[in-house]
């Protein structure tokens, strides 16, 4: 038998730094060529470990949150053969102890290519972890156990290292239980309490929110809207382009009316060096999209939006989208933005006050749309209104500014068809 070590891969763009996110496996697991081993996070993406070999891992070279130079020992597994490695006195890294686990961690594919849990899974017997070891769940599972008062040490985890998927939480939900695990109800006192770390992509937002608010003078604008025409536009399209072209929702019109308003307002689509005190006007528009995932907030982008048609822009918000929320997304597909869209959808409520994205100058951000009473000519009619709240960096952006480029999307976006009249 031999050693082979994983060392922490050159990622590329000069990165000398990563953090380590996430484990996937554990000392003593047997795990398979491909099988990926560990997540680790630049500044722009989080990156999957995959190992080269099949083998049993002797060591762990870091713990989740720990910043790696890229070179260092990431992981040491043994093999059959002799291995990549000869072990010297100062060598090895410290063993991280085995977590105990429900049930035995077998291989997995890439997470992508898990199976699903059949109806009719039957969960294994409920033998609780011990009280100071945390499970490996995402945030997102994290939530939805919270929410249903669940203890996630009592749920059995099918993923790598004991991992506990959303398939397992179901599995756990839909199958009567005796009580273990389950929170007190409707009044009860609650004593428990988790402690979550702040790292991987909730730290990176944690560190560029905080820096954002700390270095941009921020100052917000509210406009209100009446979309009707346009909602009128957009279901006409959708009914008669739909099926071939692709269902068009709100965000391509607000994308185009933004790249027609820029052409007046160069100094809005812009980046800042604020340290060389430079301001960059930018021809292309590249519109960040602000997208929620699982494990927090991503803004892949949209580039060269004042090319593409409504349906294209549409097409590839919806890839790019995508790609953040299943933490696919590339170095390149989230970086490059000079304006930034966020939107809530339906959740939208009436009033936000969105964070620049930095070194952007502007941030857009759409509200939710609702029906309400307006006075048109002296009439009560009743309207689909909407309002955009944005932010900008008043050091490079005035406020009058600022003002006239949302009016100027407000013209647009209420009468559709001037987004279209060159």
């Known amino acids: 038998m031999g050693t082979h070590v994983i060392k922490m891969p050159d990622i590329g763009e000069g990165i000398a730094q990563v953090e380590l996110v996430e484990w996937f496996v554990k000392v003593g697991d047997v795990i398979a060529e491909d099988q990926v081993v560990a997540d680790v996070m630049t500044d722009k993406a989080t990156v999957e470990i995959p190992s080269p070999v099949s083998g049993k891992v002797l060591a762990l070279g870091g713990q989740p949150g720990e910043v790696m130079a890229v070179g260092s020992e990431l992981i040491r597994i043994e093999v059959e053969g002799s291995g990549n490695h000869v072990d010297t006195p100062h060598s090895k890294p410290a063993e991280a102890p085995a977590t105990p686990v429900v049930a035995e961690a077998k291989p997995e594919p890439r997470a992508e290519a898990r199976p699903q849990v059949a109806a009719g899974h039957v969960a294994a017997p409920i033998v609780p972890r011990e009280a100071h070891e945390k499970p490996l769940a995402s945030p997102a599972v994290r939530k939805r156990a919270l929410d249903a008062g669940i203890e996630l040490r009592y749920v059995h985890g099918s993923g790598p290292a004991g991992r506990i998927l959303h398939e397992d939480l179901d599995a756990f939900i839909s199958k009567p239980q005796s009580g273990a695990g389950q929170a007190p109800g409707g009044y009860g006192k609650r004593t428990d309490s988790e402690q979550v770390p702040v790292i991987g992509l909730r730290r990176k ?14 100052f917000s604008y509210v406009e209100e809207i009446d979309v009707t025409a346009l909602e009128a536009l957009r279901q006409q399209l959708n009914a ?9 929702t709100l965000l391509p019109f607000l994308v185009r009316a933004m790249v027609v308003a820029l052409r007046d307002f160069p100094q809005i689509n812009a980046t800042y060096d604020d340290e060389a005190q430079v301001i960059t006007r930018h021809g292309a528009v590249h519109v960040g999209i602000a997208t929620q995932g699982d494990n927090g907030l991503m803004v892949p982008v949209l580039r060269h939006a004042e090319a593409g048609s409504l349906w294209s822009n549409a097409s590839e918000i919806a890839r790019v989208a995508h790609a953040a929320r299943n933490n696919k997304a590339t170095r390149e597909e989230l970086s490059g ?41 002296g009439q009560i009619v009743v309207r689909k209104m909407m309002n955009l709240s944005s932010s900008f960096d008043h050091r490079v952006v005035d406020g009058m500014d600022a003002a006239l480029f949302i009016q100027a999307v407000r013209g647009l976006l209420e009468q559709p068809a001037c987004l279209f009249v060159e």
Do not use: F
């Not at 560029?208 to 700390?214: C, I």
């Not at 008669?240 to 068009?248: A, E, F, T, V």
């Open 240 to 248: 008669k382009h739909g099926d071939s072209r692709g269902k068009l």
């Open 205 to 218: 937002i944690a560190q560029r929110m905080q820096d954002a608010k700390r270095r941009v003078a921020h």
């Open 337 to 377: 933005s000079t304006i930034t869209l966020t939107s809530l959808g339906a959740l939208g409520g009436i009033v936000s006050t969105p964070v620049v994205n930095t070194p952007e100058v502007a941030i857009v951000g759409v509200n939710r749309m609702v029906e309400r009473p307006v006075v048109i000519d």
